[in-house]
């Protein structure tokens, strides 16, 4: 039998899938116009177009359905599906701008948020940081590398974790790719509202080892 752990990675992968293929479609233009009495389809969510008027000024734009759109993370690299629920409670309940899109991850909009409420020499320095890790993760392990890896790991600021387990994955060998199953074998249960480190970094490690399946 398959834990709920698995299923969870495989509705992931699913979902990502389905939404690159969608976005092929959309990008091929092979796609005909969504209409509101189409079948239903469980990546699409019907827009009120009520609501979306009141909070935009755009004419004639408004979508009739939403569907899932896949996005790479401005931040980390993180292959992410926007879900077209998500998408639904953020045009029509927080009332985002009807052209705004997801461009970062959970672990990333945390960390932006924490840095963007600590302005000052911090924010620079933590993009410095993470532009170095992900340059460690171009280049052969030695000691010092290392040691940088396993020091971000233990920051506190999660997005350098992410790149950190990112990089991981990057130089590959036994020893590091076990911590990514490690990592991924330690996502804890819980519902949808659930947010802390260890699923974070669970599906952190999840993205490493697909991104490393994808390019061998
Ligand atoms: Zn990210």
């Given at each position: 039998m398959k834990s709920n752990k698995q299923r969870r990675a495989e509705i992931k992968a699913h979902r990502l899938n389905r939404a690159l293929a969608q976005a092929a479609r959309l990008r091929a233009q092979d796609v005909r116009p969504l209409r509101a009495d189409d079948e239903y389809s469980p990546g699409r969510e019907l827009a009120d177009r009520l609501v979306l008027q009141l909070h935009?000024?755009?004419?004639?734009?408004?979508?009739a359905f939403y569907v899932a759109r896949p996005f790479t993370c401005r931040d980390c690299g993180a292959e992410e599906v926007w879900t077209a629920k998500q998408q639904k409670w953020w045009y029509e309940v927080v009332h985002g701008a009807i052209d705004s899109r997801a461009v970062r991850c959970l672990a990333c909009r945390r960390a932006r948020r924490q840095c963007l409420r600590n302005t000052g020499p911090g924010a620079n320095l933590l993009r410095e940081q993470t532009d170095r890790l992900r340059a460690l993760g171009a280049t052969k392990p030695n000691a010092q590398a290392e040691a940088e890896i396993e020091a971000a790991l233990q920051s506190k600021w999660w997005s350098l974790r992410v790149v950190a387990i990112q990089t991981l994955g990057r130089w590959g060998g036994a020893e590091n790719l076990a911590r990514l199953h490690a990592f991924m074998a330690a996502r804890p249960e819980g519902g949808r509202r659930y947010f802390g480190w260890e699923r974070v970094a669970a599906d952190a490690a999840r993205s490493a080892l697909m991104y490393r399946e994808r390019s061998t």
């Open positions: 935009n000024n755009t004419y004639g734009m408004l979508p």
